[in-house]
């Protein structure tokens, strides 16, 4: 969802009277790439751009072909094999060893779905066709089966159903469709909220939090009961701050599947009280900042009161909070808490890469590479299973 955030910012901050613009999304992957399916960029008319569709290899060559594409206002698919070390078609060696299929549309086709997906805030699924004499044609649904945004009606009768089966199978893949003598190859594609964090304690330790939470893109909002911990020169990026009492913060927030909260007021009795409030929420990453013992004093005191936490509660709950990084200075700890969020919500365990056997990236059986998706259940319960 950042690139679609990306876009529409910068969208809206351009005077289209005076511009020409186009939209580049990375279709399919073969073998290795920087980005994955579902990476985009805006490019302008005048050479810049947003976002990204690789490493800087591409752009270039992109935004070349992006020109046409404004130019004649029809769609465009480019195939790039980056497989030749001495590939001189994009004049530089790569040497990425991969095959990226890269979707360029006239900017106008586009953003109705850029603003639809951002303002939603729910998992959409979208479908484009990237070839042939429809391309560019898109459907965007929800989990309802709504239609939000269409530019025509043959995917709607060829891809409705699969399309709806994303929602439950959380794979991104592309699929040719077949229609009397036609074929219609189409990119079928999850599209989840942004991440969206809570900070329970506005102390100066969470600044760097927010700051870094930003820079990805997530929303961000911070709360406190001490009105000066929240003054918005300390968190002049956050989206939200809020002086909220603690037995409020349920009712003041809305907690979803793609929230993760982090409790790191410092305040025992604040943080314990805020956690018997969230555990009950749907948040899938609760951080607490403190010694294990800390944690473990209020369990102790849950059980004592009748509330003994299940498995899956604890589950959630990270105490100590962050990857063990080395982490000492409160920008180092920052870096830590936001990784292990990352890494909870993508479902990887935040190990080294180097020691990893297989792939980065997910992959079908076909070895197409799968777009990343964040809190898919069969990782988690492959995860349960082996403990």
Not at 95 to 104: M, P, R, S
Not at 185 to 211: N, Y
Request: charged share 25%.
């Amino acid at each position: 969802m950042k690139d679609f955030t990306t876009i529409q910012n910068e969208y809206r901050k351009t005077d289209w009277q005076q511009r020409k613009g186009a939209v580049a999304t990375v279709i399919k992957v073969h073998g290795s790439s920087y980005r994955s399916p579902g990476a985009r960029m805006l490019i302008w008319d005048d050479g810049r751009w947003a976002g990204s569709i690789s490493g800087g290899c591409l752009e270039g060559d992109a935004l070349r072909k992006a020109r046409q594409v404004m130019r004649e206002q029809k769609s465009l698919t480019v195939t790039y094999d980056t497989r030749e070390e001495s590939n001189q078609n994009l004049g530089i060696g790569l040497g990425c060893n991969g095959v990226i299929d890269v979707l360029i549309q006239p900017v106008e086709q586009v953003m109705p779905v850029v603003e639809k997906a951002v303002e939603a805030n729910r998992p959409l699924a979208l479908a484009t066709i990237f070839d042939g004499p429809s391309a560019g044609e898109l459907l965007l649904l929800d989990g309802a089966g709504e239609t939000l945004s269409s530019s025509g009606q043959l995917l709607q009768r060829l891809v409705q159903a699969d399309l709806m089966s994303l929602f439950l199978s959380r794979k991104s893949y592309a699929k040719m469709f077949e229609e009397g003598i036609h074929q219609h190859p189409v990119f079928l594609e999850l599209i989840q909220p942004t991440p969206h964090l809570i900070l329970f304690g506005g102390g100066f330790d969470a600044r760097p939090v927010s700051q870094l939470a930003k820079s990805l893109g997530w929303q961000v909002d911070v709360t406190d009961e001490c009105i000066a911990h929240i003054a918005p020169v300390f968190f002049p990026e956050a989206d939200r701050l809020a002086l909220c009492q603690r037995e409020f913060v349920d009712r003041d927030f809305s907690i979803t599947g793609y929230t993760a909260c982090v409790l790191m007021s410092h305040n025992y009795e604040y943080d314990r009280d805020v956690l018997r409030k969230i555990i009950f929420s749907d948040a899938p990453y609760i951080g607490l900042l403190g010694p294990r013992k800390r944690f473990d004093k209020m369990l102790a005191e849950f059980r004592q009161q009748g509330l003994t936490l299940t498995t899956e509660q604890l589950h959630r709950i990270h105490s100590p909070i962050g990857l063990d990084i080395g982490a000492e200075a409160p920008d180092e700890i920052a870096v830590s808490i936001i990784a292990e969020i990352q890494a909870r919500f993508a479902n990887r365990s935040g190990g080294f890469l180097k020691y990893h056997s297989g792939p980065i990236h997910q992959r079908s059986a076909t070895g197409e590479v799968l777009k990343q998706v964040f809190l898919s259940d069969e990782p988690e319960q492959k995860t349960a299973t082996s403990r």
